[in-house]
């Protein structure tokens, strides 16, 4: 499965942007998906994932309660919700596929997305 992640951008500390992560190839796959994060100079974090059927869905302490992972199976989407952003929260954000079991582990995935580039300005 190929991913391509967008809706990235400016925003001031307080908004909110929705990511968008669009999956083509083989989508017939049952395929958790996951958001990573990576900000200059530190490494790839994880962001939330979700599972193939929608109804799991795991987030890092960071991001709990802040931001909404979802997915429309029937139109090969998954999407992050991220509200209440902070300045901590700029990053270029990946989306990720992997068969089998939902994941935190970037190393679990094998498909990835060219990432967005999200910056919260204070």
């Known amino acids: 499965v190929q991913l391509q992640a967008c809706g990235g951008g400016l925003v001031q500390a307080g908004g909110y942007l929705r990511l968008s992560c669009a999956a083509s190839g083989r989508t017939n796959n049952r395929y958790p998906v996951g958001w990573f994060r990576q900000a200059p100079g530190k490494e790839r974090e994880f962001v939330a994932t979700i599972s193939w059927t929608g109804y799991s869905t795991y987030y890092a302490d960071s991001v709990k309660g802040r931001f909404t992972i979802s997915r429309d199976n029937a139109k090969n989407m998954v999407y992050l919700q991220m509200n209440s952003l902070k300045p901590e929260d700029t990053a270029v954000y990946y989306c990720?596929?992997?068969?089998?079991?939902?994941?935190?582990?970037?190393?679990?995935?094998?498909?990835w997305g060219q990432g967005t580039l999200v910056t919260v300005s204070s």
């Open positions: 990720a596929a992997r068969l089998g079991s939902s994941s935190y582990r970037a190393d679990d995935y094998d498909n």
